[in-house]
């Protein structure tokens, strides 16, 4: 069945330094790329998403790229923040359904 | 903004107990999730309904039940509650409007223990 991975799974990066986080899907129908931050004792929250008309999209420090033929999207964080720590969800949908296929999350570590 | 609340962020149950999981959005969207959480596992979908009455399948359902009787209310139904269904549980609901991908908001989760 479809299926989303991601990576790392765990990355620590210094405080100020760009993060990067991988995704890669299985079902070329995918159209829609979401990326969920989730802090502790909260519920993951949209941070920005990317539908497969464009390449990239930004918003502030946040930004996300999409690769349809090697079919991956990145979420890129620049000038990293302490608030930034948490784990971090892609996921990938397609028109036919409803349902978000997940990747297993990261979890970013913010030192100071 | 939108506002998906669960009842409970915290429950214990006991094995066999039928265990009911309230969830409320108040931006009237169609659609409604329920979803589980679990290390390393990432979030797996148990149900998810388009529209009141409706409910489909998700990756998970064994063992669970829903309800929607009112749009903006979304309950997940444990029949027969096992320690395997200790885990925390988040509902999300989305809007139908504009096609079936559209962003689904979260509500901040129940953590279940079933002893």
């Known amino acids: 069945g479809e299926n989303v991975e991601q990576h790392p799974s765990t990355l620590s990066v210094q405080e100020g330094d760009s993060a990067v986080i991988k995704c890669t899907y299985s079902d070329s129908a995918s159209n829609y790329f979401p990326w969920y931050k989730q802090e502790l004792g909260k519920g993951p929250q949209l941070i920005i998403d990317?539908?497969?008309n464009v390449g990239e999209k930004k918003d502030q420090r946040i930004a996300v790229t999409l690769n349809k033929t090697a079919k991956h999207f990145s979420l890129h964080i620049t000038e990293t923040q302490p608030e930034d720590s948490a784990v971090y969800f892609c996921?990938?949908?397609?028109?036919?359904?409803?349902?978000?296929?997940w990747g297993a999350g990261t979890k970013l570590i913010i030192k100071p | 903004d939108v506002k998906v609340t669960q009842s409970s962020r915290y429950l214990v149950k006991r094995t066999g107990e039928k265990v009911f999981l309230e969830c409320v959005q108040d931006m009237d969207h169609e659609n409604m999730f329920w979803y589980r959480q679990d290390p390393g596992l990432g979030l797996r979908l148990i149900y998810f309904?388009?529209?009141?009455?409706?409910?489909e399948k998700g990756d998970i359902p064994e063992g669970y039940s829903v309800s929607r009787e009112k749009k903006e209310r979304f309950s997940l139904i444990l029949e027969s509650a096992s320690t395997n269904q200790t885990s925390m549980y988040l509902c999300a609901s989305s809007s139908g409007t504009g096609g079936r991908n559209q962003p689904q908001h979260f509500g901040d989760g129940t953590r279940l223990s079933i002893l």
């Open positions: 996921a990938a949908s397609s028109d036919s359904n409803y349902q978000l296929i």
């Open positions: 309904s388009y529209d009141v009455k409706m409910k």
């Open positions: 990317i539908r497969s």
